[in-house]
């Protein structure tokens, strides 16, 4: 079955989401559609899917304009969606989910598509009990029961291992041989180029030339190297490498949580006076990452975090235990000194584990201040004149230095974006942390806040705080004493010395012929 979009537009109340969408996919091949995150991928395959109905434009069916009122109606016009996030029903088990949605019970159809997708997994299996990647292909096993024409994939590589997306692809690849229309949603292009017979770029709504796209790669490409080249001069000087004091270590990390992407083999180190970098997006492990760093571990996560102090190991967990959280990392992990190590984070999502919208600009500071107010004080609400007092000057203190025009009682949810991000980063940096977990650290912030922001963290380190820096911006090289590249849940030390290109020569040409037979 073909399918083709003809001039798409969609707006929400706040922007142009696409802006006349014309692509036209044919059946038999399996296609690419690529884009940064924000580009339209996922509005133009809710659009086919029938999960956004609020559009002008086509949409045809082998010619035929057709309406899909819902996702129901797209399955019964032979399109199914798998999500990124496999939409299951996580108390029952795999064989009950696979057959919800089915008009007839076809067991042997069932055992047999098992048996090629589900190898040596009990359909008895509850799906809360498995990981992510076993989910992706109970979703998939599930879509391919209902007999699909037109097969869409999100980001599939992003729950599963190199061994697992070449057995995916090679079933793909015979799968539209014999017919099969296949959509995937990828941000990668060497996996686009491998696997796909056509490619479609999308940026900011619309359908971009090859060469467009590629010039923009190669510019973020030159700025990364520029930046990884003149980056700053935190290092750690032979007498520190020689006597290490303060590190964080993780050994052998492998994560397969049932609603993130994967971590395979994880293995980086960061210590006192340095600056690590791990570059990378949320589809390829950084978001799983986070969470586990600060101590929202995700279920089916093995391997071991340590820390050492002076080259004594101070507290190390096994990740498999589950033992590992943010009230560890924020007070259970005890120096040589006797002291607690200190730690500041700044989450990704600022207004859900940094701040709450409706709190007060005070009561979000003195929520992540120890020494502005004791956990007793706090629980009996009988605070000392001198206890009041220190607050306030703290409270105005951290405000002050983070730039911020607003007033301690006002509510957060009147800080923007940049304004929350700066008042977070000085309220974790106010007691001078031993440990530094800053998840992208530049969202929101502007041209001059960022460099504003590169400063702190750099003196954050020369003043002895290991510091590690989970981020997409490349811009942050310039700072880092040494830089990791998180792709497909993998990690690897990357050298400045290197050239840093996301496109080779083979590539280029792999894109420009896609992109000629999807015209």
Known sequence: MNLELQNIYVHFSHKSVLNGVNILFEEGKIHGLLGENGAGKSTTANIISGELTDYTGS?????KETVLANSKAAIKNGICYVHQTPMLAKEISIKENLVLGLKKLDKEKILELAGQWLKDIPLSTLVKNVGSDTRFFVALTGALLKEPKFLILDEPSALLDDTQRDFLF????????EGMNILLITHNLQEATKYCDTISVLEDGKIVESQQYLNKLEMINKSELEAAQNRGSVKTSDDEKAHPSLSLELKNVTSRPSDKPALFDINFYVRQKEIVLIQGLPEDG?????????????????????FSDDTDVIYSCNLKARKFTTKTLRHSIILKNGKSLKTGIIPTNRKSRGAAAEISISDMILTGHEKAATTKDKIIGQKRADTRTQEKST???????????????EKVRNLSGGMLQRLILNRELYETPDLLILCHPLQGLDFHSSNETCDIIEKAAESGAMVLVISSNGYLRKIATRTYRLTGGHLELEQATNKLTSVSTSDNSALHSSLEACV
């Open 286 to 306: 950084t978001s799983t990452l986070e969470d586990l760093l600060t101590g929202f571990q995700p279920h089916h996560t093995e391997g071991e975090i340590i």
């Open 59 to 63: 949409l045809l069916l082998d010619g």
């Open 395 to 409: 409270i105005q203190s951290i405000i002050e230095t983070a730039k911020i025009n607003i007033t301690p009682n």
């Open 170 to 177: 090679s079933k793909m690849q015979q799968l539209a041989k």
